[in-house]
C-alpha cells in the first residue's frame, strides 16, 4: 500500500522505478494500492497549500495530476474503477464520496 506515499517523490523516473522495484519483487496476482495527492483537483487551493507546506518541512510534496498518477500503475492492471478521486473509489456511503479531499487513488493487479 501506498497511500500518500509517492507525492514525496518529486521526480517522476524515480517515483516509476520506485513502483517498478516493488511490483517486480512481487508475485504475479499481487495488488498495489495507492492515493496521491492531486494538482487538478481544486487545483489553485492545492498549489498554495503544497507551497506552504513546502516551506515549513524538510520532505517536500509534488502534486501530479490524474494522467501523472495513473503513469505510476504502468505495466499493471488497473482495478475498476481505475483511478478516481480517492473519495470516490468504491465508497460505502453517499457522504464518504462526497469528502473532499484531494486526492487520486486507485488499485491495480500485478499480471
Avoid at 512481487?26 to 507551497?51: F, K, N, T, W
Wanted: aromatic share 4%.
Amino acid at each position: 500500500m501506498l497511500i500518500a506515499v509517492m507525492h514525496f517523490i518529486g521526480d517522476d523516473a524515480e517515483a516509476s522505478a520506485i513502483m517498478n522495484r516493488l511490483m517486480a519483487a512481487c508475485v504475479p496476482g499481487s495488488y498495489v494500492a495507492l492515493s496521491h495527492a492531486a494538482s487538478d483537483i481544486d487545483a489553485v487551493q492545492m498549489a498554495e497549500m503544497i507551497r506552504r507546506l513546502n516551506e515549513s518541512t524538510a520532505e517536500k510534496t509534488t502534486l501530479r495530476d490524474r494522467a501523472g498518477v495513473t503513469r505510476l500503475f504502468d505495466g499493471l492492471e488497473l482495478v475498476e474503477p481505475g483511478v478516481i478521486r480517492a473519495a470516490e473509489w468504491r465508497p460505502d456511503t453517499d457522504l464518504e464520496a462526497a469528502s473532499p479531499a484531494a486526492l487520486w487513488g486507485g488499485v491495480a493487479r500485478k499480471p
